[in-house]
């Protein structure tokens, strides 16, 4: 297929760690696509924080970005007059990209279509969205160990005036709605309150 009809195919929303354990399938010695979870993948959406910047601006002009979302990190790369993509952003930076799957001596990487300055708290948003896309059932034994995991959360916050339901969830690594539902029932049994929306304090 050609190359300008790669815009065509969805920009899949991942994680970079999704990225690295997917499966590269090859066309003779060119990528095709990447196989995650039945999905024939060669465009992904990723936000991240860069972590790296490199830039080759001589006769061989080539850059790169070193991005990481807490999962895992993976490289964008740009060659010819595209490293001016890179020039306005730097290390620390929060950055959304949208973009083709490459590889390279076995690496896979990103080549860039867009890229766009984000707030770091759009970090959360991406794992809430890749979250609610895992299949996962927790054991009674694991929503129980949970449990204990959000109160003692919850205990351990109470002398800086409580913790952000959002933090929680980003440090626990459990599927959002399972928490969230594990929440509820500890507000309606009274061992946990809402000061504000969002914030949870101990009550025992």
Known sequence: ?????????????????????????????????????NKQIIRVNVIANITDKYIQDDEKKFASLTLDDGSGQIKLKAFG????????????????VIGLLRTWNDEIYITPEIIKKREPPYLLLRKLETDL???????????????????DSVKKAEESGGIEIETMILQLKQ????????????????????????????LG
């Open 1 to 37: 297929m050609p190359e300008q009809e790669f815009k065509r195919y969805v920009a899949y929303k991942m994680l970079i760690s999704d990225i690295l354990a997917g499966r590269i399938v090859f066309d003779a010695d060119r990528f095709k696509f990447l196989e995650f979870r």
């Open 133 to 151: 896309e895992k299949p996962k059932i927790l054991e009674r034994s694991e929503l129980s160990q949970l449990r204990e995991q959000i109160l």
């Open 175 to 202: 599927p959002p709605q399972t928490i969230n539902s594990e929440i509820k029932k500890l507000l309606e049994e009274g061992m946990v309150y809402e000061p504000r929306p969002g914030k949870l304090r101990y």
């Open 81 to 96: 007059e595209d490293i001016d993509k890179f020039k306005n952003y730097t290390q620390g930076d929060t950055v959304q």
